[in-house]
T-cell receptor, first 114, second 112 residues
């Protein structure tokens, strides 16, 4: 079945450090790919997405590129801030009808220290 | 403003009580979902619906039930709460395949 594997946390970085959170996927079809962020005490928020190979999603300084050849969608940010401390989820969805639920990774907790 | 709302945000109840967690969305989405989030953060799909009068069980076996009588409303009910039900419950709604979900803020349930 479809699945998402993301790097285990927690990840602890100093402010202004470079961030990479790895995400790879297995899908029976041609998926759309997503990154969600969950701040403490909140629900998940869509951070960025990409719907086809070589697409780059970006938002709030975060970027991820849909790599079909390596089945990956790694999240990157050049300079993290304390306010980026949160849990990050990679997810996929196969098909355009919306009749399949999103498949989530297990989440990666990021802590940024000043 | 289009949004999705969950009530209550926090709930502490005794074992054996019946409870209903509310979820409403104003975006006109047909598809709605309930996830249980364990302390280790992992999300488990417990119920979903593709429209009025449509409900399906998710990947994680759950003793809860859901109903979908109106498009905007997708409540989750526990007939007899137990300490093992202590968790965070997240509701979400979504449109077509590439649009992802919009999540509510969650209900943190504690059964004592």
């Amino acid at each position: 079945g479809d699945s998402v594997t993301q790097m285990e946390g927690p990840v602890t970085l100093s402010e202004e450090a470079f961030l990479t959170i790895n995400c790879t996927y297995t899908a029976t079809g041609y998926p759309s790919l997503f990154w969600y962020v969950q701040y403490p005490g909140e629900g998940l928020q869509l951070l960025l997405k990409a719907t086809k190979a070589d697409d780059k999603g970006s938002n709030k300084g975060f970027e991820a590129t849909y790599r079909k050849e390596t089945t990956s969608f790694h999240l990157e940010k050049g300079s993290v801030q304390v306010s980026d401390s949160a849990v990050y989820f990679c997810a996929l969805r196969v098909g355009n009808s919306g009749n399949t639920p999103l498949v989530f990774g297990k989440g990666t907790r990021l802590s940024v220290i000043a | 403003e289009a949004d999705i709302y969950q009530t209550p945000r926090y709930l502490v109840i005794g074992t054996g009580k019946k409870i209903t967690l509310e979820c409403s969305q104003t975006m006109g989405h047909d598809k709605m979902y309930w996830y249980q989030q364990d302390p280790g953060m992992e999300l488990h799909l417990i119920h979903y619906s593709y429209g009025v009068n449509s409900t399906e069980k998710g990947d994680l076996s759950s003793e809860s039930t859901v109903s979908r009588i109106r498009t905007e409303h997708f409540p989750l009910t526990l007939e007899s709460a137990r300490p093992s039900h202590t968790s965070q419950y997240l509701c979400a709604s979504g449109g077509q395949g590439s649009s992802g979900y919009t999540f509510g803020s969650g209900t943190r349930l504690t059964v004592v």
